[in-house]
């Protein structure tokens, strides 16, 4: 069975810090792998995803994540954070072959950043 | 942009009770998903729904849990006699067509918080 670990249950960081968000996923076949965000009050938003081809992937808000096959990671990096990146963090996996397949998430990261 | 949307945003009940949570995914999705989180925990997968059946199930999803998708817009689930333990905040979310750039991308829905007294 697929499973994901967050390396990191709370992360704190004053503005203009650099951020990585450690992720591993269990699974030998092919995935897919996401990055969503739960701002307070607010429902999960897709940061950012990982199908195939450049492992180095970019999404909204400045954040990128790198999958490293080798090491079954997918860290989420951000070179300068900000105090509305004060978020939950979720990492999600599924798999690749079949349609309509259903996430694994992580725990989740609780990130708050100060001002 | 489109977006899944879901009702009640909360809904309190007693144990025993029924309740019926409703979810629209966005309207050319056509697959359908609803998980659950427990306060404090992770998001667990409960049920997909694709082509007017269940595609899959977790173990959380027994004999009290029953999806359906009445009309062509609304996706519901229903607990049949609730739990203490069902209360959670409730998403739905929805995929489109799994080719190309968006396959297995998933959007979600705001939550229903289910409190079970």
């Known amino acids: 069975a697929q499973s994901v670990s967050q390396h990191n249950h709370h992360v704190i960081l004053s503005e203009a810090a650099s951020l990585e968000l450690g992720c591993n996923y269990s699974?030998?076949?092919?995935?897919?792998l996401f990055w969503y965000v739960q701002y307070p009050g607010q429902h999960l938003q897709l940061l950012l995803k990982?199908?195939?081809?450049?492992?180095l992937v970019k999404g909204i808000k400045g954040f990128e994540a790198e999958f490293i096959k080798s090491k079954f990671s997918f860290n989420l990096r951000k070179p300068s954070v900000q105090w509305s990146d004060t978020a939950e963090y979720f990492c999600?996996?599924?798999?690749?072959?079949?349609?309509?397949?259903?996430?694994?998430f992580g725990p989740g990261t609780r990130l708050s950043v100060l001002p | 942009e489109p977006e899944v949307t879901q009702t009640p945003s909360h809904q309190v009940t007693q144990m025993g009770q029924e309740v019926i949570l409703r979810c629209v995914p966005i309207?050319?999705?056509?697959?359908f998903y609803w998980y659950r989180q427990i306060l404090g925990q992770k998001v667990e997968f409960l049920v997909s729904f694709y082509n007017n059946e269940i595609s899959e199930k977790s173990e959380i999803f027994d004999d009290q849990f029953s999806v359906e998708r009445p009309d062509g817009s609304n996706f519901t689930l229903k607990i049949r006699s609730t739990k203490l333990e069902d209360s959670a905040m409730y998403f739905c979310a929805s995929s489109p067509t799994s080719s190309g750039v968006f396959r297995g991308t998933q959007y979600f829905g705001p939550g229903t918080r289910l409190l079970v007294l």
């Open positions: 990982y199908f195939s081809g450049d492992p």
């Open positions: 309207s050319n999705h056509l697959y």
């Open positions: 699974y030998g076949g092919t995935v897919n």
């Open positions: 999600a996996v599924n798999a690749g072959e079949n349609y309509g397949q259903n996430f694994v």
